[in-house]
């Protein structure tokens, strides 16, 4: 009898930022202590990882150098239709919204964050063994 290595759900964060990256972190951890939580500050780094691993939410900012998360979402679900795509903005969610849409993003999250809308993506990207403390 083979007995099989369930891996951990992994959350990818792309921020230019690396503040606001370690604060997501820390939140997201004290939802979701058993994710895996990689944290990567471009597009370009964040499809690499898609490429070598199941990822199972990417929380990205909508303002980036060299690709956006609009972009980034587009080539997201190209590469990985399954993984759920929440892209953070500080700008009016009414504005950024028929962007998200458009491109098949599954949330845009408000900055500042709502900890209760956080938790709730959270909760409906990741397996519920995953997100229970």
């Given amino acids: 009898m083979t007995t099989q290595v369930v891996e951990p759900p992994t959350i990818l964060i792309v921020d230019n930022d690396p503040d606001v990256s370690k604060l997501l972190r820390r939140l997201i951890h004290s939802f979701a202590p058993r994710c895996e939580i990689v944290m990567v500050t471009s597009g370009a780094q964040a499809l690499a990882v898609l490429v070598a691993r199941p990822v199972a939410l990417v929380i990205t900012d909508y303002h980036m150098p060299g690709m956006n998360g609009i972009q980034l979402t587009r080539a997201i679900k190209g590469v990985s239709p399954a993984t759920r795509v ?12 028929p962007q998200a849409h458009a491109v098949a ?5 408000p900055k500042p ?16 063994a995953a997100s229970d403390p």
């Fill in 113 to 128: 964050y709502e900890l209760a809308h956080l938790q709730q993506i959270i909760g409906e990207s990741l397996p519920p």
């Fill in 86 to 97: 929440a892209i953070m903005s500080a700008e009016d969610v009414r504005d950024v919204a």
């Fill in 105 to 109: 993003a599954d949330y845009v999250l």
